[in-house]
């Protein structure tokens, strides 16, 4: 089994439209992330958290909120989907030097 | 602010032949320098590191990178080129030493021809 699970791995949906990511581990890692791939652009990141009760933007937090239910879960939802969040979407870890990535969730916004 | 620049969207190389793919810095204090590799459908998995040290730092797959500090640049590298090393290749750098948040290059897709 992975050590970051991401669900779901690739999802359609409606400009508009509520859609949320979620994000699982199990390497125990206090710190967790959310990023974002476009191509030509490399990794942004969107939000992060290092501690259940730690929540942080990124770089391009606008339009995008998260949730740290527990500190194996970590989501990310999108409120009003629009068709710019079309993107590949990574999840991961970290104990303090280098991070663990999901398998990404591939998000279109049609 | 820190960075990382990766100058080559695409490098091609013939299997069995020693492959480089570039990055350079720019940090304010001491670097910390990573790389990982995307494969096809696959998340990022993480290569290798530099916090101190050596500046050749020996990585998974038989990768290794090395570190220049005249230079600024963290290039990694590879004697002997696979077919399987065909993946997309991210530098990556810690933004300050207090935290483990990573700025990412933009990539460079690695092309290992048979």
């Known amino acids: 089994d992975a050590d970051v699970t991401q669900t779901p791995r690739n999802r359609i949906t409606k400009t508009g439209k509520r859609i949320m990511l979620e994000c699982s581990q199990t390497k125990g890692h206090d710190r967790m992330y959310w990023y974002r791939q476009d191509p030509g652009l490399g990794l942004r990141l969107i939000y992060y958290s290092f501690d259940v009760k730690d929540i942080n933007k990124g770089e391009i937090s606008d339009g995008y909120s998260v949730s740290r239910q527990a500190q194996a879960k970590f989501s990310l939802s999108l409120e009003s989907a629009i068709p710019n969040q079309t993107a590949l979407y990574f999840c991961?870890?970290?104990?303090?030097?280098?991070?663990?990535f999901g398998q990404g969730t591939r998000l279109t916004v049609v | 602010a820190q960075s990382v620049a990766q100058p080559e969207d695409q490098v091609n190389v013939a299997e069995g032949n020693p492959l480089t793919v570039k990055c350079t810095y720019s940090v304010s204090g001491n670097p910390y320098l990573f790389w990982y590799v995307q494969y096809p459908n696959r998340g990022l998995q993480f290569l290798l590191k530099y916090i101190t040290g050596d500046n050749l730092v020996k990585g998974s797959y038989g990768f290794e990178a090395e570190f220049n500090k005249s230079q600024t640049s963290f290039h990694l590298k590879k004697p002997s080129a696979l077919v399987s090393d065909s993946a997309l290749y991210f530098c990556?750098?810690?933004?300050?030493?207090?935290?483990?948040?990573?700025?990412f290059g933009t990539g460079t897709r690695l092309q290992v021809f048979p």
């Open positions: 991961a870890t970290s104990l303090g030097t280098e991070a663990f």
């Open positions: 990556a750098v810690r933004e300050s030493y207090n935290t483990d948040k990573l700025i």
